[in-house]
């Protein structure tokens, strides 16, 4: 089993299947009077909040309590955090602490990568800038997957600022790994750029050629460390042209053929940016409207992570209908987050 | 004065011949007492100069010192280094370029040669005393506002034009602030994975090309640092075929390293301008054999641990470069020791104008000049450095080549590997 | 778990035949003991109490009409050693409808041992519902109990060392049915 979930990426389709049947199992336990396992007696799991996220928070906490884990709420605020303290230092009074996990959400990407080289705990990715939110997109599957009855070959599109999203990152791995087809939509200011350049096939048989055999050679007489050089680690990456199938700057077009629509919260901060001209602009272009709904198909579902801009990319009547899952997002996340901490803490450490 | 024998020394990749250092310069006299150094498989460069040395002093002493900064390069085969402007206070008055260029020379190690701020406070908005820094110890003739670029199109005009007068030159760190706004590395395919935001390619290659138009239009001398993208390479070869004045540098770590490190999250990786793709790093060694790139400059950023042992947005940009350069020189260009000499020591001196630096050892010649064993194998261990500071990327990492002795002015700096002070 | 090892220690203790007799066996005392198995529930404990479970309540209602509800108990939550191991996959629990309050739960387990599987599954019982008693049917009874705990239906006792392991095959799960005894392997 793997020891931190810093990533979407650090599942392979067998674990993150393993996640979501034990979700399931979670889940149906949920629906009793008892709620509480004992599980996870004796271990600590120490949430750490640099970032306000009250439901993520919440989320996290009501799993670790369900299992009998002690919790230690660490936000920032008001705490050492706030004085300056290094998250290095935090990371020491952790360890000192006794955590057998660390649930982190911070502003920096790759602030989990980091935590997880100072602590010996397991390190559970809550969020991290503009990086990932790996259990967000094990919910999301979930949900998926118990609404639509399967992943592989599932259409999906997700929708709106993919650039700063964490949500989308963590999904586009996580759902191309179990085989769903993603398409990514949006302006094409909030879709990284080289998703575009990759989608040309010239371009590609360019950038391939330029990995000239001298550099590889070289790299390898000098014996960079393998772990100073993930190119090596045989992992997809999210966004190579293999995993993503499509990207498009055309929502209509699109909504015809899919089986999920998740719809990416935008900030209106964006528009300062010049991301967009206005927010009524995004919202006429990109946002889920009743008339944009109708083109799905009878089946499909509409998802959003939440906390919505209602009437932005969504509108209130997509998001109160019946083909919305997104009360119910919240209730699975408590299952597959119990499903992550049981898999991580659940074993030999 | 000791008087020295290189016995069985290849100079600049020559055969094995004698080389006699005696009062500072290269002889042919060999009587009296000589100390005999056994040189057979030693290569000989003139001394190495490095256009772009971060020394830290004054302001961040606890990172690096003038002192520490010369050992290390003296260690990796240096006889003088450009220290550049950005202290604090910001050298951009004769009075803060001399107390560095006094404190290169308490040090001995090496020459420490002072860069001035082109602009006050590295502010971008008014011209330093760039004529009062020319004429004052230091001798400055390069200037550079590094760290920072000169952004604003008619104040690089006006810097570039009125160096003129005294013979000097403008170092520009290239980097269009508006595309760089709040950028971690390199934009691609990897920050898209990893969420950092991008440092977009362009935001170097525009500001190259106008400053090569700028510099053709007024005809001045222009030099650009840590040049770290292909499409730059195309901006440099086509004002150069034109004739334009400009002049290059790469980093060692240019030469070798890929944004794929930054995986990792270690801020050890993290440096501006940001590693590039293998693309460019092939681009570069290209341009560095073909001569589109005149120079090796370090980049020589010593920063202290908790400004690396933090999260990758925190942390301050910038590696080690001193005591390893010539090794990844080694790794990338191979035995051409000639083309070594000349990236490394001869272009670089005559960039900086530096007197007695980068001339062949020929009989009569200032005895500035490295001791290379090509042969050695190290590992590069973070805590074994001259350096205050332990930010190399090359942690564990096994290079080859080794500074067996640096002589600057017939003075032994460093023998049998060691730093002698 | 039921790779044929050529081992020359392994003994058969109960052959396919043997086994359905055993479990003839079991259902009649069933029958026998809860006054024609009313208000009775069977709940296998997985992998192979459920085939077991399900087994003796169709041969329960083979002779004498009865339908007896059969369910599964998943104890991996519930277990003591989780640390000890690497981290083990969920097993199913459904009960059956109408539940398990006011009424009799027959635990079913294939191999009754140290005890500790039944200990989980009566806590694990402890939160689903408040059965008005617990009774326990094992096929195998091998001995070395760690816990005051008893089988109220056993199959077979076989006196085992410790180093000695029982395999319990089911044509469900395993492709045919027997119970074997390998051994002195340290296993």
């Given at each position: 089993?793997?020891?931190?979930?810093?990533?979407?990426?650090?599942?392979?389709a067998?674990?993150?299947?393993?996640?979501?049947?034990?979700?399931?199992?979670?889940?149906?336990?949920?629906?009793?009077?008892?709620?509480?396992?004992?599980?996870?007696?004796?271990?600590?799991v120490?949430?750490?909040?640099?970032?306000?996220?009250?439901?993520?928070?919440?989320?996290?906490?009501?799993?670790?309590?369900?299992?009998?884990?002690d919790v230690?709420?660490?936000?920032?605020?008001?705490?050492?955090?706030?004085?300056?303290?290094?998250?290095?230092?935090?990371?020491?009074?952790?360890?000192?602490?006794?955590?057998?996990?660390?649930?982190i959400?911070?502003?920096?990407?790759?602030?989990?990568?980091?935590?997880?080289?100072?602590?010996?705990?397991?390190v559970?990715?809550?969020?991290?800038?503009?990086?990932?939110?790996?259990?967000?997109?094990?919910?999301?599957?979930?949900?998926?997957?118990?609404?639509?009855?399967?992943?592989?070959?599932?259409?999906?599109?997700?929708?709106?600022?993919?650039?700063?999203?964490?949500?989308?990152?963590s999904?586009?791995?996580?759902?191309?790994?179990?085989?769903?087809?993603?398409?990514?939509?949006?302006?094409?200011?909030?879709i990284?750029?080289?998703?575009?350049?990759?989608?040309?096939?010239?371009?590609?048989?360019?950038?391939?050629?330029?990995?000239?055999?001298?550099?590889?050679?070289?790299?390898?007489?000098?014996?960079?460390?393998?772990?100073?050089?993930p190119?090596d680690?045989?992992?997809?990456?999210?966004?190579?042209?293999?995993a993503?199938?499509?990207?498009?700057?055309?929502?209509?077009?699109?909504?015809?053929?899919?089986d999920?629509?998740?719809?990416?919260?935008?900030?209106?901060?964006?528009?300062?940016?010049?991301?967009?001209?206005?927010?009524?602009?995004?919202?006429?272009?990109?946002?889920?409207?009743?008339?944009?709904?109708?083109?799905?198909?009878?089946?499909?579902?509409?998802?959003?992570?939440?906390?919505?801009?209602?009437?932005?990319?969504?509108?209130?009547?997509?998001?109160?209908?019946?083909?919305?899952?997104?009360?119910?997002?919240?209730?699975?996340g408590?299952?597959?987050?119990m499903?992550?901490?049981?898999?991580?803490?659940?074993?030999?450490? | 004065?000791?008087?020295?024998?290189?016995?069985?020394?290849?100079?600049?990749g020559?055969?094995?011949?004698?080389?006699?250092?005696?009062?500072?310069?290269?002889?042919?006299?060999?009587?009296?007492?000589?100390?005999?150094?056994?040189?057979?498989g030693?290569?000989?460069?003139?001394?190495?100069?490095?256009?772009?040395?971060?020394?830290?002093?004054?302001?961040?002493e606890?990172?690096?010192t003038v002192?520490?900064?010369?050992?290390?390069?003296a260690?990796?085969?240096?006889?003088?280094?450009?220290?550049?402007?950005?202290?604090s206070?910001?050298?951009?008055?004769?009075?803060?370029?001399?107390?560095?260029?006094?404190?290169?020379?308490?040090?001995?190690?090496v020459?420490?040669?002072?860069?001035?701020?082109?602009?006050?406070?590295?502010?971008?908005?008014?011209?330093?005393?760039?004529?009062?820094?020319?004429?004052?110890?230091?001798?400055?003739?390069?200037?550079?506002?590094?760290?920072?670029?000169?952004?604003?199109?008619?104040?690089?005009?006006?810097?570039?034009?009125?160096?003129?007068?005294?013979?000097?030159?403008?170092?520009?760190?290239?980097?269009?602030?508006?595309?760089?706004?709040?950028?971690?590395?390199?934009?691609?395919?990897?920050?898209?994975?990893?969420?950092?935001?991008?440092?977009?390619?362009?935001?170097?290659?525009a500001?190259?090309?106008?400053?090569?138009?700028?510099a053709?239009?007024?005809?001045?001398?222009?030099?650009?640092?840590?040049?770290?993208t292909?499409g730059s390479?195309?901006v440099?070869?086509?004002a150069?075929?034109?004739?334009?004045l400009?002049?290059?540098?790469?980093?060692?770590?240019?030469?070798?390293l890929?944004?794929e490190?930054?995986?990792?999250?270690?801020?050890?990786?993290?440096?501006?301008?940001?590693?590039r793709?293998?693309?460019d790093?092939?681009?570069?060694?290209?341009?560095?054999?073909?001569?589109?790139?005149?120079?090796?400059?370090?980049?020589h950023?010593?920063?202290?641990v908790?400004?690396?042992?933090?999260?990758?947005?925190?942390?301050?940009?910038?590696?080690l470069?001193?005591e390893?350069?010539?090794?990844?020189?080694?790794?990338v260009?191979?035995?051409?020791?000639?083309?070594?000499?000349?990236r490394?020591?001869?272009?670089?001196?005559?960039?900086?104008?530096?007197?007695?630096?980068?001339?062949?050892?020929?009989?009569?010649?200032?005895?500035?000049l490295?001791?290379?064993?090509?042969?050695?194998?190290r590992?590069v261990?973070p805590?074994?450095?001259?350096?205050?500071?332990r930010?190399?990327?090359?942690s564990?990492?096994?290079?080859?080549?080794?500074?067996?002795?640096?002589?600057?002015?017939?003075?032994p700096?460093?023998?049998?590997?060691?730093?002698?002070? | 778990?039921?790779?044929?090892?050529?081992?020359?220690?392994?003994?058969?203790i109960?052959?396919g035949?043997?086994?359905?007799?055993?479990?003839?066996r079991?259902a009649?005392?069933?029958?026998?003991?809860?006054?024609?198995?009313?208000?009775?529930?069977?709940?296998?404990i997985?992998?192979?109490?459920?085939?077991?479970?399900?087994?003796?309540?169709?041969r329960?209602?083979?002779?004498e009409?009865?339908?007896?509800?059969?369910?599964?108990?998943?104890?991996?939550?519930?277990?003591?050693?989780?640390?000890?191991?690497?981290?083990?996959?969920?097993?199913?629990?459904?009960?059956?409808?109408?539940?398990?309050?006011?009424?009799?739960?027959?635990?079913?387990?294939?191999?009754?041992?140290s005890g500790?599987?039944?200990?989980?599954?009566?806590?694990?019982?402890?939160?689903?519902?408040?059965?008005?008693?617990v009774?326990?049917?094992?096929?195998?009874?091998?001995g070395?109990?760690e816990?005051?705990?008893?089988?109220?239906?056993?199959?077979?006792?076989?006196?085992?060392?410790?180093?000695?392991?029982?395999?319990v095959?089911?044509?469900?799960?395993?492709?045919?049915?027997?119970?074997?005894?390998?051994?002195?392997?340290?296993?």
């Open positions: 089993m793997i020891k931190h979930l810093r990533s979407a990426a650090d599942l392979d067998a674990t993150a299947t393993l996640i979501l049947d034990t979700a399931a199992e979670m889940a149906a336990l949920a629906g009793r009077e008892v709620k509480k396992l004992p599980t996870l007696r004796g271990r600590t120490v949430n750490l909040f640099y970032e306000d996220s009250t439901r993520t928070r919440i989320s996290f906490e009501a799993a670790a309590k369900r299992l009998s884990a230690i709420n660490f936000s920032a605020k008001g705490s050492s955090v706030s004085k300056g303290e290094s998250l290095k230092d935090t990371a020491l009074t952790l360890q000192a602490m006794g955590a057998d996990a660390v649930v959400r911070h502003s920096a990407s790759g602030a989990p990568h980091r935590l997880a080289s100072w602590v010996d705990g397991s559970i990715n809550a969020g991290d800038g503009t990086h990932e939110h790996p259990t967000q997109a094990l919910l999301d599957a979930y949900t998926m997957r118990s609404r639509l009855g399967r992943l592989d070959g599932l259409k999906v599109a997700i929708v709106g600022d993919v650039l700063h999203s964490r949500v989308a990152r999904n586009v791995l996580l759902l191309t790994t179990l085989g769903a087809e993603i398409t990514l939509v949006g302006p094409p200011t909030l990284p750029v080289d998703i575009a350049a990759a989608l040309s096939p010239t371009e590609l048989a360019g950038s391939a050629s330029l990995r000239g055999d001298r550099l590889v050679t070289g790299e390898k007489a000098l014996g960079l460390p393998a772990s100073a050089n190119a680690d045989g992992k997809p990456s999210a966004f190579s042209p293999a993503i199938t499509k990207v498009s700057y055309d929502l209509d077009s699109v909504l015809p053929v899919m999920v629509v998740m719809m990416l919260r935008v900030q209106t901060e964006r528009m300062q940016d010049s991301y967009f001209p206005s927010a009524r602009e995004y919202s006429r272009r990109y946002g889920l409207d009743v008339a944009r709904m109708r083109k799905l198909p009878e089946h499909a579902i509409v998802m959003h992570p939440g906390p919505m801009n209602r009437g932005m990319e969504i509108a209130p009547e997509v998001a109160d209908s019946s083909r919305s899952t997104i009360v119910e997002q919240v209730a699975n408590v299952s597959a987050r499903a992550v901490l049981y898999l991580l803490l659940g074993g030999k450490a | 004065m000791t008087a020295y024998l290189l016995k069985g020394v290849s100079v600049v020559g055969s094995p011949t004698d080389l006699i250092i005696r009062d500072g310069v290269i002889s042919s006299d060999r009587s009296g007492a000589l100390e005999e150094i056994d040189a057979a030693l290569v000989a460069l003139p001394g190495l100069v490095d256009l772009h040395t971060h020394l830290r002093e004054p302001g961040r606890d990172a690096e002192e520490t900064g010369s050992r290390a390069a260690l990796g085969g240096y006889t003088a280094v450009c220290a550049m402007a950005n202290t206070p910001v050298a951009d008055t004769a009075g803060v370029v001399e107390q560095v260029w006094r404190l290169g020379r308490e040090a001995g190690l020459d420490v040669q002072p860069i001035g701020a082109v602009t006050v406070g590295l502010a971008g908005k008014q011209l330093a005393e760039l004529g009062a820094m020319a004429t004052s110890a230091a001798n400055v003739r390069i200037f550079s506002d590094d760290g920072f670029c000169v952004a604003d199109p008619r104040l690089m005009r006006r810097a570039l034009e009125y160096v003129k007068a005294f013979d000097g030159i403008i170092a520009q760190h290239a980097e269009e602030p508006r595309l760089t706004e709040g950028a971690q590395m390199h934009e691609g395919e990897v920050s898209t994975r990893l969420g950092l935001t991008g440092w977009p390619a362009v935001a170097e290659e500001i190259i090309a106008r400053d090569v138009l700028l053709e239009h007024v005809g001045s001398r222009l030099h650009v640092c840590h040049v770290s292909a390479v195309e440099l070869r086509q150069k075929a034109r004739g334009v400009v002049t290059a540098e790469v980093t060692p770590h240019h030469l070798l890929t944004d490190l930054a995986a990792s999250y270690d801020p050890v990786f993290k440096v501006n301008p940001p590693l793709t293998a693309g790093v092939a681009a570069l060694r290209e341009a560095l054999v073909e001569g589109v790139i005149d120079v090796v400059a370090t980049d950023a010593p920063h202290a908790e400004d690396k042992e933090c999260e990758w947005a925190y942390a301050r940009p910038g590696m470069g001193l390893t350069a010539l090794s990844i020189v080694l790794s260009l191979g035995d051409r020791w000639d083309l070594i000499a000349d490394m020591s001869r272009t670089p001196a005559r960039i900086a104008r530096l007197a007695g630096h980068g001339t062949d050892l020929a009989v009569g010649s200032p005895a500035n490295t001791l290379v064993d090509p042969s050695a194998r590992v261990d805590a074994e450095l001259a350096s205050r500071s930010n190399t990327p090359y564990g990492t096994t290079l080859p080549g080794r500074i067996v002795a640096t002589f600057l002015r017939g003075e700096t460093v023998l049998d590997g060691k730093a002698v002070k | 778990m039921a790779s044929p090892r050529a081992d020359t220690s392994t003994k058969i109960l052959t035949s043997d086994l359905h007799r055993v479990v003839d079991i009649h005392q069933i029958l026998e003991k809860t006054s024609g198995a009313t208000g009775t529930v069977l709940l296998g997985p992998t192979r109490g459920v085939p077991l479970a399900q087994r003796l309540a169709a329960i209602h083979a002779f009409g009865i339908d007896v509800p059969v369910g599964a108990l998943d104890i991996t939550l519930y277990r003591d050693d989780l640390r000890l191991h690497a981290t083990r996959a969920l097993g199913k629990t459904e009960l059956p409808g109408g539940g398990i309050d006011g009424r009799r739960v027959i635990l079913v387990d294939d191999v009754l041992f500790r599987t039944v200990r989980a599954a009566l806590d694990a019982l402890n939160d689903v519902g408040r059965p008005s008693s009774q326990l049917a094992v096929l195998v009874d091998r070395h109990r816990l005051p705990i008893r089988a109220d239906y056993v199959g077979k006792n076989i006196p085992t060392a410790l180093t000695e392991s029982v395999r095959s089911l044509t469900e799960t395993d492709g045919s049915d027997e119970v074997k005894l390998t051994g002195g392997d340290d296993k």
